[in-house]
């Protein structure tokens, strides 16, 4: 009898299984489908969102990008992104699950949880929060070190069309953009890939010139006075022609303390090894290069020692 029990148990606990895993796999195979609800949000227009109006040509720039169809082209923590089709600029749209509390955290109440369900409201309300004001800030004193074209952070009546945006599955989805959020930025070539397309090439001094473009833009950020609270540089840094932009931008913060020469060299730093590890594994030959680099970045006498080697 116990062992029959035990069969049974075990039967059940199988089968019990099978079913989670089964649900988790269609709820992340739901999650990484792309679909206008999950862009669509409850925001009513505000103040501090709004921008500087465009001057006409920048607003003749915007409608001729916004003529084109858009292709997906990947989903990050933050946005989806889709491709013009001319394949030189990006649509971003945010994920508004991200930035909206539950509406169950709203409507039950939690007895003995009323600290959890506040702070879980008050998270997402900071996220929403934070994440237009990078994107704002970005856009007024950082669009050519971000790529930025435009934004829309208010939702508007009468001022953009229509437009088709296709997913993975080719599925098309027509969008009045005034009733959206979104950013349009220039597309970047990632770092990594330049790197690589300059050593497939043979191109090693230009390789070099991109380490150290790259390496020379994030003190000049943070001169500037603006740090990333992202720790990656593999999605965050990349070349439109021969200008590093930043164009993760959703963790941009202004910090004054970011001018000084002990936090900037902390940064170079930073990136600098999160690009040795990629290096080590793809073109470990540029290691001591890119160490010189570094302290060619920190201490300028040494850039000229840096540029020069063949």
């Known amino acids: 009898m116990r062992e029959k029990q035990k069969f049974f148990v075990l039967i059940l606990g199988s089968v019990l299984t099978l079913l989670v895993i089964a649900a988790f796999l269609c709820s992340s195979k739901k999650s990484s489908t792309f679909s206008l609800t999950k862009i669509r949000s409850p925001f009513e227009p505000s103040p501090k969102w709004e921008t500087e109006k465009l001057p006409a040509f920048e607003v003749m720039e915007v409608e001729n990008i916004l003529s084109q169809d858009f292709n997906y082209l990947g989903s990050g923590a933050q946005c989806y992104a889709f491709l013009s089709a001319d394949g030189n600029t990006v649509l971003k749209f945010f994920k508004v699950k991200h930035l909206v509390p539950k509406k169950w955290l709203k409507l039950l109440p939690l007895p003995g949880l009323e600290n959890y369900r506040f702070q879980k409201i008050e ?5 929403h929060e934070e994440l237009f004001m990078s994107y704002k800030m970005a856009f007024e004193e950082l669009r050519q070190e971000t790529g930025l074209v435009y934004i829309h952070l208010n939702k508007t009546k009468g001022v953009h069309g229509r437009i088709k945006l296709y997913d993975r599955m080719r599925n098309c989805f027509v969008v009045n953009l ?16 330049r790197i690589a397309s300059f050593m497939q090439k043979g191109q090693k001094e230009e390789a070099l010139e991109a380490i ?61 090894q999160k690009l040795e590890s990629w290096l080590g594994i793809y073109y470990p030959d540029l290691v001591p290069y890119l160490e010189e680099a570094i302290y060619s970045v920190i201490d300028p006498s040494s850039q000229k020692k840096f540029l020069s080697h063949e």
């Open 123 to 127: 998270k997402r309300i900071l996220c």
């Open 178 to 193: 005034d009733e959206y959020e979104f950013v349009i930025q220039k597309k970047a070539q990632l770092v990594q890939d």
């Open 212 to 272: 150290f473009a790259l390496l020379r833009q994030v003190v000049s950020q943070c001169k500037q006075g603006f740090i990333d609270r992202d720790s990656g540089i593999s999605h965050n840094y990349g070349f439109v022609g021969d200008q590093v932009v930043h164009f993760d931008i959703g963790r941009i913060v202004k910090d004054e303390r970011a001018n000084e020469p002990g936090y900037y060299q902390r940064e170079v730093m930073r990136v600098g």
